[in-house]
Every structure is written in structure tokens, then in C-alpha cells.
T-cell receptor
């Protein structure tokens, strides 16, 4: 079946970086974009950005520009999200989510299980 | 961009209908027919329930329906069931070519 499986929970010190992986299966990886969405405790989701699995193009949320990098590895059908210069405000559950229509960002039809990233000294 | 505005909570009894609103601006909800709704049970990932204002993905019950008027979109759940108790989030495509989520609504089935 179509699924996205993410890497495990991370605990990081302020100022560090974190890299989360998202392995896709059950569909042709290059046919759909991968989005990253985070959700702080008790808050609504926040879209972080989109990465085309077809050509590697990216579109990042303005507030994260310069701190985030999203990549895909088509040989392993895996997407990655790296976030740098972490602060306590980055503590959240991080999800990868498939674009429902090719490379669109208007709807997300398959979600990973989430990766908890905790930033604490 | 500020999050789309949703009521913090709504409630209803089994069998009843409820409606959750999602208010944005002419730069998001009012600009396109690209409003989506997600259901999230505790400890679970969001699930797509409605896309493009009123379309249901395969497998989603027809008790869920969506609509839009101006800058406000709505999700209606009819024939409320206990399993519908969850958090619901709206999302809209924006004129910045990015999506914007709402703050979420907690649905309680009494």
C-alpha cells in the first residue's frame, strides 16, 4: 500500500541541526511532490515547504528560508528535510506529506507517521 | 501570513449535523477553489477529507461535505458518529503559491 515512513524521534541542543528522512513505498516516487509540515504541541499545522521528487525543485516557506533544505533521493525513494540553527520554537512533530496532484501544494493525501523533534538544552 | 480562522471547538450529538467554518481573506480562501479539510485523531497524522472545496477522496464517507462562500469555507458533517470526534483543520492555497492552514477545531460528540 501507499505509505510514507519517517525516521525516529530526535533531541537536539539549541543551535544544532536535524535531518529527518521520509521513505516512500507503494507508488512511483517521482510522480508526486513531497511536502514537509510541522505541528507544534497544541497548535495547527504549519507548511514548511515542497520538494519535487521529479526534478528536485523546491519552494520553502518564507519564514524558514535560509534555515531549511529539502532533498530527495530517487534511488531509494526517500525524501529528506534538514533544519539548521534550531531553537526551542522548532520543537514540534514533523510530517512529510505527499502532494495529492503531482507537484501541487493544495492538498496532501498521504502522510508519514510524524517525527518528534525536541530542542532543549 | 496569519492562520485561517476556525472556531476552537464545536459539539453535537450522535445523528445531528455540525458545521465548521474557516475564514480567510481574498488572498487565500477567496482567491481560489483550493480549500482542503483534514481530520486528525489524537496521536495520528492528519487525513485528507475534502479537497478543492467540496470533493471527497475515495473512501471518505459522504457524510462529510464542503462548501465556500466568499472568504469563508465550511465543512459539514451529517449523521454525527462517535468516531467523528477529532480535530479538524482547513487549508487553502494562497496568492503566494503556498498553502495556509487553519488553527483547528476540536469536535466533540456528546
Amino acid at each position: 500500500q501507499v505509505q510514507l515512513v519517517q525516521s525516529g524521534a530526535e533531541v537536539k541542543n539549541p543551535g544544532a541541526s536535524v535531518k529527518v528522512s521520509c521513505k516512500a513505498s507503494g507508488y512511483r516516487f517521482t510522480n508526486y511532490g513531497i511536502n514537509w509540515v510541522r505541528q507544534a504541541p497544541g497548535q495547527g499545522p504549519e507548511w514548511m515547504g515542497w520538494n519535487s521528487a521529479y526534478n528536485g525543485n523546491t519552494n520553502y516557506a518564507q519564514r524558514l528560508q535560509g534555515r531549511v533544505t529539502m532533498t530527495t533521493d530517487t534511488s531509494t525513494s526517500t525524501a529528506y528535510m534538514e533544519l539548521r540553527s534550531l531553537t526551542s520554537d522548532d520543537t514540534a512533530l514533523y510530517y512529510c506529506a505527499r502532494s495529492a496532484w503531482g507537484d501541487g501544494v493544495d492538498a496532501f493525501d498521504v502522510w508519514g507517521q510524524g517525527t518528534m523533534v525536541t530542542v532543549s538544552s | 501570513q496569519s492562520a485561517l480562522t476556525q472556531p476552537a471547538s464545536v459539539s453535537g450529538s450522535p445523528g445531528q449535523s455540525i458545521t465548521i467554518s474557516c475564514t480567510g481573506t481574498s488572498s487565500d480562501v477567496g482567491a481560489y477553489n483550493y480549500v482542503s479539510w483534514y481530520q486528525q485523531h489524537p496521536g495520528k497524522a492528519p487525513k485528507l477529507m475534502i479537497y478543492e472545496v467540496s470533493n471527497r477522496p475515495s473512501g471518505v464517507s459522504n457524510r462529510f461535505s464542503g462548501s465556500k462562500s466568499g472568504n469563508t469555507a465550511s465543512l459539514t458533517i451529517s449523521g454525527l458518529q462517535a468516531e467523528d470526534e477529532a480535530d479538524y483543520y482547513c487549508s487553502s492555497y494562497t496568492t503566494s503559491s503556498t498553502p495556509l492552514f487553519g488553527g483547528g477545531t476540536k469536535l466533540t460528540v456528546l
